[in-house]
């Protein structure tokens, strides 16, 4: 999983950023799945890919934090990664035509 989060996040930092060995693994994806959106980067994947690096991706962290302590805000917080998370598919479910 952590894996996707980091060859999703050579669409929006410098690939100066990232080893080499990561860079590969990201040219060989594209080169064997045929990605559009990682050869295009249609703005609205663009966008979605920040919104999962800055916000969902964060969030799960700390829910998994607070379920493992046992905190009050837990059930907020996943209400809210949930929330976000379903916007996000219905983008895709919904208008997929957003993509081309």
């Known amino acids: ?57 964060p969030l799960g962290l700390a829910n998994l934090y607070g379920m493992l302590a046992g905190k009050s805000w837990y059930n907020t917080t996943c209400l809210v990664y949930g929330a976000s998370f379903f916007t996000t598919m219905v983008k895709f479910y919904f208008f997929p035509s957003l993509m081309h």
């Open 1 to 57: 999983m952590a894996m996707a989060r980091m060859v999703d996040a050579q669409l929006v930092l410098p690939l100066s950023l990232f080893p080499e060995w990561m860079v590969e693994y990201k040219n060989w994806y594209i080169r064997e799945f045929d990605d559009y959106c990682y050869v295009e980067k249609p703005h609205l994947f663009v966008g979605l890919v920040l919104v999962e690096l800055v916000f969902q991706w």
